[in-house]
């Protein structure tokens, strides 16, 4: 299995988690409040904003975090205060999320089976890895807000403003109100509601990350997604002892006579996991070039003859058949 793949197969085994963890009948939601002015929290004033929203109901059960860089702050709360000792839970999980986020930035271009079309344009801005758990929750918000689809909703204002539409945004953002303990703090920063329950946007998170054009569209999309990480491309599979080329699991060319050329190119391709090309080995075996290159032509072209499902699997030459190269036909 190549590394993308197992990554890939990883990722996908986080989000059944996070699917699995909703089964339980959990709910456990999430806001996220932005540092007022789009600054910094201090402590004091985080404290007292905190103190003087905390929940009235007794029906609701909150906690309150101050994430590390003080950039933003978590409410997580749910009607069932039993709900709240998953947390731990869900930031182990998200954890797990984000280093195979990382892994997979940080995979070579010349990776085998690395589609050519991921994207992992967001994964490379700092922000997301002063702590990784906070990292994976803004992802979160940030997706829900831009990328409405089920599951994964979210929507952006300033905390509990209830007052004129019209108002001015930087009036808004930098009212700020007493708190009890005479500590100042700012009464309106701007909020990203999760709306729903925040394991099953976490599971929609990472499939819309692998297929976004999967889930029906709730409201406008904002551009293209930043993060793509798409299946794997599908690699051939050959069988020399009994001379079958497979893609997944349907026969592309089955071998009646030894063709020993054609075995051996096989035979590179499957022992180099399929690379899209490979250099002529009769090259390095001291014959003269013309012979090398004409050996590859005639090679090549019985690779292609006799498939019992054609266009799957197509090979070809580069630089005067200096190269032997291979099209499948979900990774062109």
Not at 7 to 19: D, P, R, S
Not at 260 to 283: A, Y
Request: glycine share 6%; hydrophobic share 40%; proline share 8%.
């Amino acid at each position: 299995m190549g590394q993308y793949t197992a990554l890939l197969a990883e990722l996908q085994k986080v989000a059944t988690t996070f699917g699995v963890a909703t089964d339980c009948k959990m709910l456990l939601c999430h806001d996220l409040i932005w540092g007022p002015e789009g600054g910094l929290w201090s402590e004091p004033e985080f404290a007292a904003f905190c103190s003087s929203n905390a929940a009235a109901r007794n029906d609701v059960y909150e906690k309150w975090v101050l994430w590390p860089n003080k950039r933003a702050g978590s409410r997580f709360w749910s009607p069932d205060a039993a709900s709240l000792r998953f947390i731990s839970f869900f930031e182990l999980m998200a954890t797990q999320a984000m280093q195979l986020l990382a892994e997979v930035a940080d995979l070579p271009p010349t990776c085998e089976d690395l589609p050519r079309n991921v994207v992992v344009g967001r994964l490379l801005q700092n922000d997301l890895w002063d702590d990784v758990v906070y990292g994976w929750l803004t992802l979160v918000h940030e997706t829900a807000i831009r990328f409405p689809i089920p599951r994964l909703l979210g929507e952006c204002s300033w905390w509990r403003y209830d007052g004129a539409l019209g108002a001015d945004p930087d009036s808004v953002a930098e009212h700020k109100s007493i708190a009890a303990n005479s500590t100042s703090y700012h009464t309106w920063p701007i909020h990203h509601l999760l709306k729903g329950d925040l394991f099953k946007a976490s599971a929609a998170c990472i499939e819309f990350f692998v297929t976004p054009h999967a889930a029906p569209r709730l409201g406008h999309f904002d551009g293209p997604p930043e993060i793509f990480i798409p299946p794997a491309p599908s690699q051939p599979i050959w069988n020399n002892d009994t001379g079958e080329l497979r893609l997944n699991s349907t026969l592309v060319k089955k071998f009646e006579k030894p063709a020993p050329l054609q075995r051996r190119i096989l035979d590179e391709f499957q022992r180099l996991r399929w690379p899209r090309e490979i250099r002529n080995p009769f090259l390095d075996e001291g014959v003269p070039n013309h012979i090398a290159k004409q050996t590859i032509k005639d090679t090549v072209q019985g690779l292609n003859d006799h498939h019992q499902q054609p266009n799957l699997v197509h090979f070809g030459s580069r630089s005067g058949y200096e190269y032997v190269c291979l099209k499948v036909m979900n990774r062109m």
